[in-house]
């Protein structure tokens, strides 16, 4: 079926386009723009007057909570959820129970996903058994299974040698690992960044040397074999240094940053709303202020949700007890532009850091309207004032503190593939 | 729902103390006004009868997700001496047990109709957790919260310093001991500052008084007869046993060696320092018998002092439980 997207304002950072132009669409691909191929004129035309037309967007970090915490999210609620926010592609932890470290798994995800017919789902392989940090998983097979990477996530590998061995047997296989630095002995029972803050309201610390000390092993480790690596979720103001100097002694590494952490600081936690419950904790103002900066300097590509569902009670509690995570998928783009609002990052680094930058990171074929690619793209009205309610909201997660806040800024339509699988009625 | 800040949710709109969750934010004539009240309570104790009749009618609950025998006592002590009807709850939580399970006894306990809760729980936090998911004319008290808060301790320590050196102005205060771990420290800091003591030393060794307290207004001080020249005031804070496993110290009688407050470390004092300790006491790990029995240890006054403070802000903050109800019935009434 042929589809002519009409006069939108077509952005798309991978090409550096920036113009109101059309779209043409046929048999899941984009086929041009600007001009239209030859027999288009039947085509189905879709006005997008004072639309913007941007790349689907690629989020590294949501957890659909399926199979196993279905009272948290399922994945056709938060597949729902994605392609409410716009996100068209979407990576999914291995931390599911049972854990995604058997091909049975991996393919039951992909399954589901298919069948819910949302966005393009890829899951993360464990990269040892169970997650326990002991013995190596089956990464071939997992791969095989549609795994794009490997990933302990933030379950600790107490061994440097299983760490060691599991890095070595990955390069072998040119295997992609994501790492979640975490010195867990040094992270273990804390919920807030060891700071000014946690002190003053007597919350157990998380001190930045959790981070860096493992980033710093990881690095080394990265260095030695050689194996592909990608870095998830950096907190803190020296990863991003640290990451700035492997690349620039040449390791092929790169690194993402869950929105939250670009957004808010310790500060928060004064009114110990669990809400505010995140791992890594939310930092200083200058960790935070970094990390923007790492952005800048492309040291961090990619900008994630780090899509966290949970049920209302998991943060009823005093803040320590709560569970850690927030469910920010639906509202990632306009969150993400909030960045801009204080002058920080201009749009086109933002949608590059949610679009082709975690495409790259991870050498997916997504985030971008070249001419070829699949037909992932989103309608979005730049001025739009909107409420994220409770009750429209499409998450099963009752966790984030935006809710009931208004945007400005909002996905109207989500296309996969030249089909539309979501919009706002 | 944004959560407001503790400081915010204890007070009514006439900036009266409607809960007690935490010193922050208090200001100098809030707290001064409790120690008035309390001085007036203490000498009602040494009447033959020690009741008045400021909470006749009112349920106070006690509940104890942690244990203690000696701020239970006095709370409850506390409301029998203004008349309330109390009950006494200790709830044991294990590590597992998570806020379902707090909430759900908050309900029960509101369905029973209790007018305040004295609260003592493991969480930082979790007083004013309560306070915000109780019904707003629950008055909550916060009996100690984590390592966060212990505002009852820290304004009978206050009184207790008043009554012994006649004020605050230009007192030297060393607090001494695992400051780390110690809502009282926490809480007795912010009164000390906000009360106008001229200085407020924490001693300990580095794993125990981390750095961030210096910009909370304390001077941070790793050698004890550098913390202890010239104070006016020592607090002793119990050593727990567990500090050890943790391997933030390596043993209690090093811990008494470098910090303990013996005979001979308090002639660093001046002569007329008081020795104060939040109790209860660990003879021989953080004081000696000598100091603690001694002529300048004023730890039973503390206790005595304890039951008036706690007196003050039940009543002080069920009296403005009341004015922020008669005010908002008002409100509605226009």
Known sequence: ????????????????????????????????????????????????????????????????????????????????????????????????????????????????????????????????????????????????????????????????????????????????????????????????????????????????????????????????????????????????????????????????????????????????????????????????????????????????????????????????????????????LPLAMQLMDEGDLDFSTVLTCLTSGPAGCFGLEAGSLSVGSFADFILFDSTARWVWSYETRKTKGHNSPYLEEEFVGRVMATYISGQRVYQVV | MMRSEPRAVQLNEHGQLKHFLTLDGLDKTLLTEILDRAESFLSMGEQSVKKVPLLRGKTVVNLFFENSTRTRTTFELAAKRLSADVINLNIETSATSKGESLLDTLKNLEAMQSDMFIVRHSDSGSAHFIAEHCTPNIAIINAGDGRHAHPTQAMLDMLTIRRHKGGFEGLKVAIVGDILHSRVARSQLQALTTLGVSEVRLVGPKTLVPSFFAEMGATICHDLEAGLKDVDVIVMLRLQKERMKGALLPSESEFYRLYGLTVETLAWAKPDAIVMHPGPINRGVEISSEVADGKQSVILDQVTNGIAVRMAVMSMAMSGQLQSADSSAAGEEK
């Not at chain 1, 803050?197 to 080394?220: F, K």
């Not at chain 1, 050689?226 to 092929?252: P, Q, T, W, Y």
Request: proline share 5%; net charge negative.
């Open chain 1, 1 to 332: 079926m042929k589809l002519r997207i009409q006069n939108g304002r077509l952005i798309d950072p991978s090409q550096g386009i920036d113009t109101v132009t059309d779209l043409f669409i046929d048999n899941q691909k984009i086929v041009a723009i600007g001009h239209a191929p030859e027999g288009f004129d039947e085509a189905e035309i879709l006005d997008a007057s004072g639309l913007w037309v941007l790349p689907g967007l690629v989020d590294l970090a949501v957890s659909l909570r399926e199979p196993g915490q279905t009272q948290k999210g399922s994945i056709a609620t938060e597949g729902r959820a994605a392609v409410a926010g716009g996100v068209t592609t979407l990576i999914c932890p291995p931390d599911t129970r049972p854990i995604v470290d058997t091909p049975a798994v991996a393919a039951l995800i992909q399954d589901k996903a298919d069948d819910a017919g949302m966005a393009n789902v890829f899951p993360l392989g464990a990269l040892t058994q169970g997650l326990e940090g002991a013995q190596l998983s089956n990464m071939v097979a997992l791969t095989d299974a549609g795994c794009v990477a490997l990933s302990n996530h933030r379950y600790p590998i107490a061994s440097t040698k299983v760490l060691a061995r599991a890095l070595e047997y990955a390069a072998t296989h040119d295997l992609l690992v994501v790492f979640h630095p975490d010195e867990s002995s040094l992270s273990e029972g804390g919920c807030a960044h060891e700071g000014l803050v946690s002190t003053m309201h007597g919350l157990a610390g998380i001190p930045e040397e959790a981070e860096t000390i493992a980033l710093m092993r990881d690095l080394l480790l990265v260095e030695k074999t050689g194996v592909r690596a990608h870095f998830a979720r950096l907190s803190c103001a020296k990863s991003v240094e640290m990451i700035a100097n492997a690349k620039a002694s040449g390791l092929d590494v790169t690194a993402d940053v869950a929105v939250h952490n670009l957004l808010l600081n310790d500060q928060v936690l004064s009114r110990f709303d669990g809400q505010y419950h995140v791992l890594p904790p939310l930092r200083s103002d200058e960790d935070r202020l970094t990390l923007i900066e790492g952005i800048k300097a492309g040291v961090i590509s990619a900008i994630c949700s780090d899509h966290q569902p949970h049920e209302k009670m998991a943060k009823i509690a005093p803040f320590a007890a709560t569970e850690p995570g927030m469910a920010n998928v639906e509202i990632l």
